[in-house]
């Protein structure tokens, strides 16, 4: 079955140490691969999206992530968290085709903390 | 601004009384759609909709309804409400198909008792 895993359910770490958050899909394809951030009491907002070409995205917020497609991942990246990154974070897929029906996959979602 | 406004944003009811969640955004997209999120389980599309009278169902659709009759709003409806329902609730939108930057509301927190 589709799937997208995100195998960290609580991370914390310390605010300017770098961050990796984990995402792993699991389709017969490569699908469109997102990163969505939601702050407490708010709805998700986009940090960046992979469709094809390069395999290092940038994002927002100074946010980056990576595809690679031998470990069907799509991990997201930050060199320095700041505590206003503390957040929680989703992994999100759209398998190829489906963007008449908008069908994203979600993974559980990994909540960040960031501690001073 | 830019925004996708959703009401109520807390709401405690119960089981059995119809209730209708508003969505509206002002961007005007064509794709608008709802999903739940509940602890665990990431969030879960209940419907979409492509335009204006064109509504499809999603991953979760048991329990609810839906209408799309302006391009601007996209109620959520739930006519007989059960404890299964309680959930956070996110109305989201974009420019025209689900691969477009999705634009999410506030959230509603529903409890059904």
């Known amino acids: 079955a589709q799937s997208v895993t995100q195998p960290d359910i609580h991370i914390t770490v310390s605010e300017g140490a770098s961050l990796e958050l984990r995402c792993n899909y699991s389709?017969?394809?490569?699908?469109?691969l997102f990163w969505y951030v939601q702050s407490p009491g708010q709805g998700l907002q986009l940090l960046l999206k992979?469709?094809?070409?390069?395999?290092l995205v940038q994002g927002i917020k100074g946010f980056e992530a990576e595809f690679k497609r031998s470990q069907s991942s799509f991990n997201l990246r930050k060199p320095s968290v700041h505590w206003s990154d503390a957040a929680e974070y989703f992994c999100a897929v759209a398998p190829l085709g489906s963007g008449n029906t908008g069908k994203l996959i979600f993974g559980q979602g990994t909540t960040l903390q960031v501690k001073p | 601004e830019a925004q996708v406004t959703q009401n109520p944003r807390y709401l405690i009811t119960v089981t059995g009384k119809k209730l209708t969640v508003t969505c509206s955004q002002n961007m005007n997209h064509e794709y608008m759609s709802w999903y739940r999120q509940d602890p665990g389980l990431g969030l879960r599309q209940i419907y979409y909709?492509?335009?204006?009278?064109?509504?499809d169902k999603g991953d979760v659709p048991e329990g609810y309804k839906v209408s799309r009759k302006e391009k601007r709003n996209f109620p959520l409806i739930l006519e007989s409400p059960s404890p299964n329902q309680t959930s956070l609730y996110f109305c989201?939108?974009?420019?025209?198909?689900?691969?477009?930057?999705?634009?999410f509301g506030p959230g509603t927190r529903l409890t059904v008792l």
């Open positions: 992979y469709f094809s070409g390069d395999t």
């Open positions: 989201a939108s974009s420019l025209s198909t689900g691969v477009d930057e999705q634009f």
């Open positions: 389709y017969g394809a490569t699908p469109y």
């Open positions: 909709s492509m335009n204006v009278e064109v509504t």
